[in-house]
């Protein structure tokens, strides 16, 4: 059994607004939504399937299919923080194979700006009863803090240098600047990267994403219905997903649960990583994006710092073109979840609509990388390989 | 030289399974899970190991002395303060704070020994400090 062309993705969106004032979240969501239905040439009335994950308003998807007017016989929960809708697109896959829904539509959205909660320099409240909090909160961990220690021991333990994490803003700057959506249009330098003041070592300011209110949607589809939608045919290859955590303190934080999400990716699809043209990987922080690429098998443990560097990453320059939209480091990190937005830019690479001037030529496979939850403790890793057909 | 000043520590929230280990932290001493099935430590505590699913987990009396596996220094933040993740002499890894110490002296695999600091209205947590 396997999801390998079993469902395509017909519809895309990304919330163009970066600051939320006056909308309602629902209403983020409903508008992602209906940008990626009319997107497929579907309307709302088509989806029969909803995905939505913890950003999702009052009781998720029983709150948004009432919001909306949905009329479903299927619904996906899952809640991995910024990897859930990656893994929503290899759930969506599996229930489209399975004949559980036709039309299977994924929402994100979110308005911390707009809120007033735009900070990764405080710690979160714990979530209720969670079991880790006891051991954790009194020691002030922050989103920073946590990606910080995974940063601080990949340089100890590797000799990867603060040069070469700049060098992954760098090439999202670059990439950025063509992007007239993007909160961060300047391009950067290897220099001004390491001179952004240090928020928490070894991490400076530009190594760390934006924060943005927005939102996006998805929509997945079987087979027969994409054929028949006048949009590019992007199809489903293969996916995986895995958490990892603390290991009952067996700790170590110089890899990601990419180590298992990238090669049940790969086999499913039945390609590896030299088959890849494009990929989108989830950049909370710079060093998400390296741990990521070694793990993916795109560079041997430790020596992910020489394939970023040098401007590897840049779309027309490099070898490994990665997040042409300018990612969550320039362009948009929704709700502080940018996993929605990965699979967005993939495929509008596969499709050939991505700025020409960042457009990879002969993009026919790409891969889109979600981590979710936190490098430091415990996260969820979620790989989808795309095609285009 | 960044020096720590004491910032304030939120209360752990406890509860039957954990109140132990803040029992015993509040009287200067460092408890660990170990499981009588499998013999392995593990952190946080646990009432169901880990590692094999056994229910035989005992408290243990830890060393308190260990290694920094990691560390980071917040400092874009009223009062700059050292997180970290400490190793055990016992083999596990925790995360902490790293204390008392010139915070831009601190370097992973250096030695620490536990200290204990009351929290804002609750129990006392352990750190650690340079040995």
């Known amino acids: ?389 | 030289m960044t020096t720590t000043t004491e910032r304030k520590y939120p209360a752990p929230a406890v509860n039957p399974e954990i109140k132990p280990f803040f029992d015993a932290a509040s009287k200067g001493t460092l408890m660990l899970k170990k499981c009588g099935a499998c013999g392995q430590a593990h952190h946080y505590p646990r009432a169901i190991c880990p590692f094999c699913a056994s229910d035989r987990t005992e408290w243990i009396t830890a060393s308190g002395r260990g290694t920094i596996y990691s560390y980071s220094v917040m400092r874009r933040v009223p009062v700059p303060y050292a997180i970290g993740y400490v190793t055990l002499e016992e083999g596990v890894t925790m995360m902490t704070n790293i204390v008392d110490c010139d915070l831009d002296a601190i370097r992973i695999g250096q030695r620490v020994k536990v200290v204990f600091k009351p929290t804002d209205g609750g129990p006392s947590v352990p750190m650690f400090t340079l040995a």
Not at chain 1, 315 to 333: A, E, I, Q, R, Y
């Open chain 1, 1 to 389: 059994m396997t999801i390998k062309g079993k469902a395509y993705i017909a519809g895309i969106y990304e919330h163009p607004t970066r600051k939320a004032d006056t909308q309602s979240l629902a209403q983020l969501h409903a508008e992602s939504a209906m940008g990626a239905l009319a997107d497929a040439g579907l309307t709302k009335d088509d989806v029969d399937g909803y995905f939505c994950a913890g950003d999702a308003p009052g009781l998720g998807p029983l709150s948004m299919a009432d919001y909306m007017g949905l009329k479903l016989r299927h619904m996906d929960t899952t809640e991995t923080g910024g990897s859930s809708y990656v893994i929503h697109v290899a759930h969506a896959a599996e229930a489209i194979a399975l004949g559980k829904c036709n039309v299977a539509l994924i929402t994100l959205a979110g308005r911390p700006r707009a809120e007033g909660m735009a900070t990764g320099t405080v710690p979160r409240a714990p979530v209720a009863a969670a079991p880790d909090a006891p051991f954790e909160y009194p020691f002030g961990p922050t989103v920073v803090n946590q990606y910080a220690m995974a940063a601080m021991r990949h340089m100890y333990q590797y000799g990867t240098t603060s040069a070469q994490l700049a060098w992954i803003k760098v090439a999202a700057s670059q990439h950025a600047q063509h992007n007239p959506h993007a909160l961060l249009r300047e391009v950067v330098t290897v220099e001004e990267v390491i001179n952004s003041p240090m928020i928490s070592d070894p991490l400076h300011r530009l190594d760390c994403c934006v924060i943005t209110d927005g939102g996006g949607a998805i929509v997945v589809v079987k087979p027969e219905i994409a054929k028949r939608l006048k949009r590019p045919l992007v199809k489903v290859l293969g996916a995986g997903e895995a958490p990892k955590h603390q290991m009952g303190g067996k700790i170590d934080l110089t890899y990601s649960g990419a180590v298992w999400s990238g090669p049940a990716a790969f086999a499913e699809a039945g390609v590896t990583p030299a088959d890849i043209k494009y990929v989108s990987i989830y950049d909370s922080f710079t060093i998400t994006v390296l741990i990521t690429l070694e793990d993916l098998g795109f560079a041997a443990k430790g020596q992910g710092g020489k394939l970023v560097a040098d401007g590897n990453l840049i779309s027309g320059v490099g070898k490994l073109p990665f997040n042409t939209d300018g990612g969550g480091l320039c362009n948009n990190h929704p709700a502080n979840r940018g996993g929605l937005t990965k699979v967005v830019e993939a495929v509008r690479q596969l499709r050939g609509e991505a700025h020409p001037n960042v457009q990879v030529k002969n993009c026919d496979v790409a891969l889109a990388h979600g981590t979710g939850g936190s490098l430091g403790t415990r996260h969820g890793s979620a790989t989808v390989i795309m095609g285009r057909e």
